[in-house]
């Protein structure tokens, strides 16, 4: 169990926000990074065609449906994110300058193995910390992100690519509810589906004015590090490595979830077996957290130490941090080789 602290006090101002919402494990932004990264791509490139900002936007739409329409889970779950890219594939959308049903659909399913890397138990998000704390954490990492990428990140939001999304987003989840035998999701409709991605909008937007008056992030992102960070460096090397392992493993999922005949059950065995294997090769984790052995971020080997510190109390109070000391927060490109994570043939 967590230790019990007191919250910083710029913070409090989003506790209106936190306790209203169930936590979200990564933010939108985190989520449509990653987007990018499984792309192989940085910066404005990866918004330079609808596929792209298709994909990028899917991958933070499962929040939207799992928060706000009825069928919540149901929809935030690799069984139906396999099922809307068969539907993507066995019904292709008529052609739309504003949308594209298929890429959206595997940045859609590529949320869910980001969320399975979050939540080891040595993940950035591990299980147990209760819904405030996980959702105000999410929020001050998508602070840190913006700010690291201003310039250069360009969110998605429904909104912007018009009725196709709402069109193809309904009649897929009328379609799974069919298939599954579930009157609830048989029944939904456009304006029930349209006015998710409205409330989800809503308060992507509401995180951002709230954030913009939050001038101690920094801060507060030291507090909230589940590895007991004493600096915003060693925040930054923790997010990377995380980020690194998720882009991996969402490259998975699209490999498997590439494959014709493909189940959904296939997938996330593939997906947890993965993440599994990068976790026990200390892939995911800060070296303090990795088994005797195993392969460190920098590909190297980790020595055999007497005890390492237990996932239910990494956290101490963060070294106090002023806006004078303030470090450069660029992160670099992930690690993982971008090839490897593409599906090829998603980009004609």
């Not at 193995?113 to 105000?136: I, R």
């Not at 700010?147 to 309904?170: C, I, K, M, N, R």
Request: charged content about 20%.
């Amino acid at each position: 169990m967590q230790p019990v602290r007191s919250l910083p006090f710029s913070l409090i101002s989003l506790l209106a926000l936190a306790v209203a919402f169930e936590g979200l494990a990564w933010g939108p932004i985190n989520h449509q990074l990653s987007g990018c990264r499984i792309l192989g791509l940085d910066g404005s490139t990866c918004f330079a065609t609808v596929a792209r900002t298709s994909l990028v936007l899917g991958s933070s739409a499962p929040d939207a449906f799992k928060l706000y329409l009825d069928g919540d889970h149901r929809l935030h779950g690799f069984d139906y994110a396999n099922f809307q890219l068969r539907y993507a594939l066995e019904h292709p959308a008529p052609t739309s300058g504003e949308f594209d049903a298929l890429a959206y659909s595997r940045g859609f399913g590529s949320h869910l193995p980001q969320d399975e890397v979050g939540y080891q138990a040595e993940g950035d998000l591990p299980p147990g910390v209760g819904a405030t704390w996980d959702h105000l954490h999410e929020t001050v990492t998508d602070m840190f992100l913006a700010e690291a990428l201003s310039g250069s990140y360009s969110a998605q939001h429904f909104s912007s690519f018009g009725d196709p999304a709402v069109t193809f987003s309904t009649a897929a989840i009328q379609a799974n509810g069919r298939e599954r035998g579930d009157e609830e999701l048989a029944k939904a409709n456009q304006d029930s589906v349209a006015e998710a991605m409205r409330r989800f909008e809503s308060l992507e937007s509401w995180e951002q004015r709230v954030g913009a008056f939050d001038f101690f992030y920094l801060r507060e992102i030291v507090f909230f590090d589940p590895y007991s960070a004493s600096n915003i460096d060693e925040v930054r090397q923790n997010l990377e490595r995380a980020i690194s392992c998720t882009v991996e493993v969402a490259g998975i999922w699209q490999k498997n979830a590439s494959v014709r005949d493909s189940t959904a059950r296939a997938e996330s065995r593939a997906v947890q077996k993965a993440v599994t294997n990068m976790f026990r090769r200390g892939l995911c984790q800060p070296p303090a957290l990795q088994p005797p052995g195993a392969e460190s971020s920098d590909g190297c080997q980790t020595k055999s130490e007497p005890s390492r510190p237990s996932t239910s109390s990494r956290r101490r109070p963060p070294h106090p941090l002023g806006e004078s000391a303030r470090p450069d927060v660029t992160l670099p490109r992930s690690r993982v080789d971008p090839n490897s994570a593409r599906v090829p043939t998603l980009f004609s």
